[in-house]
């Protein structure tokens, strides 16, 4: 998605309520934060907790689908710009399990993710 020459024009408490209806598929979301960055685009941070390893498994894929969609929906239909964002997930015992950042504007992903996870990165890039 590009987003060069596109201003930002929404706040990030309206990005963020919007953002907290996406589907977490059996995890809990903790917290959003958006912030503006120093170009003016928002940057989102979701951080959810998991209750197991099965469950993070069958759903970080979907999980990223929903979020990455909403975004995209949110950038494409609204006066929004986000350029990119990060997602963390813990464990029960917070313990990180995954960790992701995306970067829309210039195509770029990077992340880590515990040994524990059986999830392939194609899935969720």
Known sequence: MVLVGKQNKM???EVSI?????PT??????????SQDEA???????????????TANSSISELNNNI??????????????????EV???????EPLLRYINDIQFSHFSGWKADSLSMDWSSIK
């Open 68 to 85: 990455r969609t909403a975004i995209n929906n949110l950038n494409k239909n609204t006066d929004a710009v986000i350029s990119y964002y």
């Open 11 to 13: 706040e990030p408490k």
């Open 40 to 54: 003016d685009s928002l940057k989102c941070l979701f951080q959810f907790s998991v209750s197991d390893i099965t």
């Open 25 to 34: 598929l059996g995890m809990t979301l903790n917290e959003i934060q958006v």
């Open 18 to 22: 919007s953002l907290k209806s996406i």
């Open 88 to 94: 963390r997930i813990n464990s029960p015992t917070d």
